[in-house]
């Protein structure tokens, strides 16, 4: 049955107050699936009227309507596309009915939506009622799934991609907010820069940034800052492997338990400050063992980033004549110590063995962390001073480990990022920090 109705005028797009068009986000996509009516019975044959009805949705201006369809449970499967220019907004359903080649609206019902909510699709069950107090007439099921023009930012993704100084504002500037926290943030970087395969861009560009903006090497690479976070998303996905290989070692190692206390102040009854230092060495080496073993299982990606400090430290201190090769490689290694074992591998041994020897694990790690560091055991912690022999005989350990990760081979392949589209959560937290419209 053809449906005649008045012609509709064409949509346009809403106005702002000023008058400028507003910039399209999405597209809403609405099926109307089927209905079931309470349809009354007629008033001379006192049998149930079989309608024919169609639903009409109207969006800021935009009309769609169904086929006509007849009987109590009609079946349209009419899908509809509206475009979308605010987060917020309306949909407007109207059931019509059709006698004789013309419509009358019947009811109708308003629906306010939010595009988060519907980004995956919601199914509903709608009633129609002509007013409060009644019982509705109809239930009509829609289908209602919001997808985001991804394309409307890619002025915006150009900019972070291509404009390094635009990146760099966002490290520099970049407050964590109740709106968007900095992990989330992290994340949505994370993501936007691995679908295009350029997260090791992203890495670099984030160590030349550090180590252009802080002089002392001590500090590089140590602040709880967006882009040493970043760096830290990248080690945390591409060793996993190297992790787990390291956790299974130091969990047999710190299984027989020992005292290993060297604070007085905490020496159990019948302990030996001597004896306690000693087995504390032991399974100080064993782990250092341990890890050295496992650099094998260190991520390509990792070894490039460390190769790229390297690099880059040499590039700076070389301005700096009164440094010798020595002292510039050790400068490098402390740097890269810094990313890889404060922030990865003694969290990584806390993680694992607090549950087996709390106190024993957090001995170790300090002293793991004062070899990654370069440094000594100080008035701070004058009871771990006992360690500055050991530690100072552990210097070319580092240099060790640090020269296997720059000139071996690692035996897993690069990562690389498969996703189709970048989602649209992504884009909205970097908007959000850009205080994008």
Known sequence: MALISP??????????????????????????????????????????????????????????????????????????????????????LQLHRVIKEKSKKIVDCTLPLDVRAISSGQLLNIPLCLDKKKSPIALVKIFLQFVHITHEYSKMENLILENPPVLGAIIDTFKSTKGIPQEELCSALYTLFSYHNRQLELMKYIITHEIERIGDINLMFRADTLGIQLISELINECGSVFIDKVSEQIVKIMAPKFSLELDPDLLKSGDDLATNQKKLIEKADAILDAILHCQKYIHPNIRE?????????????????????????????????????????????????????????????????????????????????????????????????????????????????????????????????????
């Open 7 to 92: 012609k509709q005028p064409r949509p346009q797009r809403p106005r702002t107050e000023a008058g400028s068009t507003p910039r399209k986000i999405g597209e809403l996509y609405l099926v109307v699936a089927e209905g079931s009516f309470c349809c009354p019975q007629d008033s001379k044959s006192g049998k149930i009227e079989d309608w024919s009805t169609f639903v009409q949705a109207n969006i800021d201006f935009q009309e769609e309507s169904t086929s006509v369809q007849k009987g109590r449970h009609p079946t349209w499967n009419k899908k509809i596309k509206f475009d979308i220019w605010s987060y917020h907004f309306s949909i407007v």
């Open 305 to 437: 980033l460390c190769k790229y400090i390297m690099v880059s430290i040499s590039k700076r201190c070389a301005l700096d004549s009164k440094l010798s090769q020595e002292q510039i490689k050790c400068d490098s290694f402390i740097a890269m110590g810094a990313i890889l074992f404060l922030r990865y591998i003694c969290p990584c041994l806390i993680r694992s063995c607090v549950p087996i020897d709390r106190r024993g694990t957090i001995l170790l790690a300090k002293v793991v962390t004062a070899i990654a560091n370069n440094v000594c055991f100080g008035e701070k912690e004058p009871f771990m001073q006992r360690m500055n022999d050991y530690l100072n005989s552990k210097r070319s350990w580092l240099e060790l480990f640090f020269t296997k990760i720059l000139n071996n081979h690692s035996t897993l392949d690069t990562l690389s990022y498969h996703q189709e589209t970048v989602p649209f959560p992504i884009y909205k937290q970097i908007c959000y920090q850009l205080s994008y419209p």
